[in-house]
């Protein structure tokens, strides 16, 4: 009989060191996700554009040019000078802010990536700390700001940051 409970545990133990073992899966897929965070998106955003979307800040464009990929925004939020559009696309937010001259200069995209994946591809943040609910990465004349949402979303912030 104790063999019998020796070879249970033994089992118990390998299947529990095998679970352990597993890598964390990769949740930042294009099935899921407008954004997918790989070389290309990132060497893009370096330069003010989001890979596989309508949305960049290297030249002026305007809420008619994203219309043509997109369609219609479901919603509009009016703040005087700056206006704000909202689509979702692949059940993620993805927020669009216009200033007063009609040019679209801030994007937030909602992306499913954990802290642990969006660190491997991004590196250490330029400004905050890696523990922290923000992680900012200055590249060339855009800055790139993570914002965290729950334990497998992050909200994506891209704007050209001001010329010092």
Same mark, same amino acid.
């Given at each position: ?84 559009? @909202? /689509?979702?696309?692949?059940?993620? =937010? #993805? ?6 001259? *009609? $040019?679209?200069? +801030? ?28 992680? @900012? /990465?200055?590249?060339?004349?855009? =800055? #790139? ?6 334990? *497998? $979303?992050?909200? +994506? ?8």
């Amino acid at each position: 009989m104790k063999i019998w409970r020796m070879i249970g545990l033994l089992i118990l133990l390998i299947a529990l060191m095998t679970a352990c073992k597993k890598e964390i899966p990769n949740t930042n897929t294009a099935k899921d996700n407008v954004v997918v965070l790989n070389n290309e998106t990132i060497q893009g955003m370096e330069k003010g554009i989001l890979v596989g979307t309508p949305l960049r800040l290297d030249k002026k464009i305007r809420l008619a040019d994203v219309e043509k990929v997109w369609g219609k925004y479901e919603e509009m939020h009016d703040h005087e000078d700056i206006h704000t559009y @909202v /689509y979702t696309i692949k059940n993620r =937010r #993805i927020v669009i802010d216009e200033e007063e001259l *009609k $040019t679209l200069y +801030l994007f937030h995209i909602e992306i499913g990536i954990t802290r642990e994946e969006l660190l491997a591809k991004m590196g250490t943040p330029t400004e905050g700390k890696k523990t922290g609910k923000s992680l @900012v /990465y200055q590249k060339n004349d855009y =800055r #790139i700001t993570f914002r965290y949402i729950d334990d *497998k $979303t992050w909200d +994506l912030i891209l704007f050209k940051a001001p010329q010092d």
